[in-house]
């Protein structure tokens, strides 16, 4: 369907990718992996038309269409959310209106010659407009809305009332609605919560036919969706069969079987060098000495791509709190709209928060898992109700608003100096290196960094203060797979308690003892691991969900 045969790219000095062969074919499903700068968004532009290949061939079959998901949703005005998802399969839209005029046309006397034109082209329209499965247009378009969160009750709401989150679901519901022949999403599930990441998942299996590339930063996303991962990483383009745990293991056996072979090269490299050198002024020897320098001349000299360099802090233990962190008792929030009447969040809600505890905080989209979070964390008052806060005990809270707070013009070094004022300059770099900032990386603004960095350093500024109660809302928001891990190990070492929102499965089946359900404004509790909520709550295996 498409092939990208031999093609090199570099942005600048930067190589990005050279001698670079991959093959999209019908119906497959594929990963596309790599750190952040290696070249994957390329990959995106240069199969969209985007960008030009330095050098390379790529040939695409007729008639093949085209979808690209990226963060980049662009402007949206003047249109109805459904009107909007409708506007990307204008052409489609269009196909419909061209056979509705040649049907009419078809009532009209006229000579067998043109008839047989007309039919002709009816006939080639036709084609194409089921091809595009445009009989299910509407429908289609309405069941993908409702998939990702926007009800029947919003889909004539102006696109410009929903923010950013939701705009987003917008433009990928008008991805997923043109059923392209082939399919680009860079990270979908960035603004999607666990219900809509499910129903895409399912979407993607049951109704989607045709070829998928993307990139996702859930682990579990990637894992049921893909068959093959495409990893662009130390100047090149490597394909494993597999999903990502697949492609993690393959990885490293490949990599052991290179440091291997490299090994072997270097001791024959060895050995056939001191040759040389020992008779090189050898008459007796000139033409042994000769062969073996243009043999060594003709070897492709196996090189080992640079470590990525993993460094662990060891985070000193927070001070002993209370056994009860945080109670709380007959809850209740609402919030005032602006026409004045208030709109309930949840109420009737008590529990308690034990040392220790991982709790996740789940329900769907707006059941009110932030508002809880806030008021549990003292960032807002709740409307009735009391929350009572243990001995000694010291909260920290993340959301996505926190790394609006960080000062721009100070870079990541300072940043976290001002966290941990006591703490020797190896100690920060230490800390920061856990995190992946090291070399020059340390020194760059905040104002320049991208929203994952950002959620790094707040992060790692969080867990250097002497905190024992974690609250975090969305911290997996904008990291990577690695990013993640490395947030993970953090907070399972981690000797204090924590509150957690997230939409990554995989983090919380690792993570959390308890789970809080917000559902229609009440709240159940379940004393078990994520698994066992799942298996308790929605009857299906933890491992499956």
């Given amino acids: 369907m498409i092939h990208l045969s031999n093609i090199a790219k570099q942005h600048g000095t930067q190589l990005l990718f050279r001698d670079a062969s991959f093959q999209i074919l019908p119906g497959s499903r594929t990963g596309l992996v790599g750190p952040n700068g290696a070249g994957k968004t390329s990959i995106f532009r240069i199969i969209t038309g985007e960008e030009e290949v330095d050098s390379g061939e790529i040939t695409c079959a007729k008639r093949t269409t085209i979808g690209y998901f990226s963060q980049d949703v662009g402007e949206m005005l003047g249109r109805t959310a459904l009107e909007e998802v409708m506007a990307g399969s ?79 679901r917008i ?13 680009l999403m860079d990270e979908p599930t960035n603004h999607l919560d666990v219900e809509s990441i499910i129903w895409l998942e399912e979407w993607l299996a049951a109704e989607f036919k045709g070829a998928l590339l993307m990139t996702s930063h859930d682990r579990d996303f990637m894992n049921r969706i893909v068959t093959r991962i495409i990893e662009v990483a130390n100047k090149t383009v490597t394909t494993y069969g597999g999903n990502y745990d697949f492609y993690e293991k393959e990885r490293d056996i490949r990599k052991d079987q290179l440091l291997a072979s490299h090994k072997r090269q270097q001791e024959m490299l060895a050995k056939e060098e001191e040759f040389i ?149 190896g100690v920060i770099r230490n800390l920061l290196g856990a995190f992946l900032f090291s070399g020059d990386a340390v020194d760059k603004r905040i104002e320049n960094l991208s929203g994952g960095e950002k959620s790094r350093v707040v992060l790692a500024t969080l867990l250097a203060r002497p905190i024992n109660f974690l609250v975090l809302d969305e911290p997996t928001n904008h990291l990577d797979i690695r990013s993640r891990e490395i947030l993970l190990d953090a907070l399972q070492n981690f000797t204090g308690t924590v509150v957690i929102v997230s939409h990554d499965r995989h983090f919380l089946r690792s993570l959390v003892d308890r789970v809080f359900e917000i559902d229609h404004g009440e709240m159940r509790i379940y004393e078990g691991t994520y698994c066992y909520y799942l298996e308790k709550a929605h009857g299906v295996a933890g491992v499956a969900a």
């Fill in 90 to 168: 204008a052409a489609t839209v269009k196909l419909a209106a061209q056979l509705k005029e040649m049907e009419a046309a078809m009532c009209e006397p006229q000579s067998d010659d043109e008839m047989a034109t007309l039919l002709e082209r009816y006939g080639e329209a036709m084609e194409e407009f089921e091809h595009r499965d445009g009989y299910d247009l509407d429908t289609r378009a309405q069941t993908v809305l409702t998939g990702l969160g926007i009800g029947p009750d919003r889909f004539n709401h102006p696109v410009e009332s929903f923010s950013g989150g939701w705009k987003m």
């Fill in 171 to 183: 433009a990928l519901a008008k991805i997923l609605t043109l059923q392209p022949d082939v399919l």
């Fill in 277 to 425: 050198a020992r008779f090189a002024a050898r008459a007796s020897h000139a033409a042994q000495v000769q062969s073996r320098v243009k043999k060594l001349e003709k070897i492709d000299r196996i090189e080992i791509p640079p470590e990525e360099r993993i460094v662990r802090f060891e985070f000193n233990a927070p001070p002993r709190s209370g056994d009860d962190v945080v109670s709380f008792s007959d809850l209740a929030k609402s919030w005032q709209l602006p026409d004045g009447a208030e709109k309930s969040v949840f109420s009737g809600v008590s529990g308690v928060v034990r040392r220790q505890n991982k709790i996740a905080v789940v329900g769907v989209n707006g059941a009110g898992k932030s508002t809880f979070l806030k008021v549990l964390a003292g960032q807002t008052d709740p409307t009735c109700g009391n929350v009572t806060v243990g001995a000694n005990v010291s909260i920290g809270y993340f959301s996505q608003h926190a790394m609006d707070l960080l000062s721009p013009k100070k870079t990541v070094f300072e940043t976290v100096q001002d966290a941990m004022p006591l703490a020797n300059i």
